[in-house]
């Protein structure tokens, strides 16, 4: 997949696909996520999508790796509320630590009490 750049807008709460080397190429999918803060920090993402003319192409199981990724980077956990991020991490337990119930609960506390972090 040389053809795509995995982009952290934190700031937008995306990590986004796009073409590669291009500043504002097209965009082939994105994970929409927030920072948790408390009880620890960690990234909660709540929305995967691909392009339909992308799909097939291993798009979204590369965000969610560079997702994981991002979090073993910062030494910050990920607690996916994004069924299809939940699904990938059950296929990939060596790269997706599983959160604990609590920050789970934590992050499903925190998507309710602001529903635009959705």
Not at 85 to 106: N, Q, S, T
Not at 110 to 116: F, G, N, Q, S, T
């Amino acid at each position: 997949m040389s053809d795509i750049e995995i982009r952290d807008e934190r700031d937008k709460g995306l990590l986004v696909a796009c073409a590669a080397g291009e500043s504002e190429g097209a965009v082939f999918g994105y994970i929409e996520y927030f920072v948790l803060d408390e009880p620890e920090r960690a990234l909660v993402p709540v929305h995967t999508v691909v392009e339909h003319e992308h799909e097939g192409r291993g798009i979204a199981g590369s965000l969610a790796r560079e997702l994981y990724a991002i979090a073993a980077r910062e030494s910050i956990a990920v607690a996916p509320l994004c069924p299809f991020v939940v699904e990938w991490a059950a296929r990939h337990p060596g790269e997706a630590p599983v959160a604990p119930p609590e920050l789970l609960d934590a992050a499903q506390r925190a998507l309710a009490d602001d529903p635009a972090k959705w």
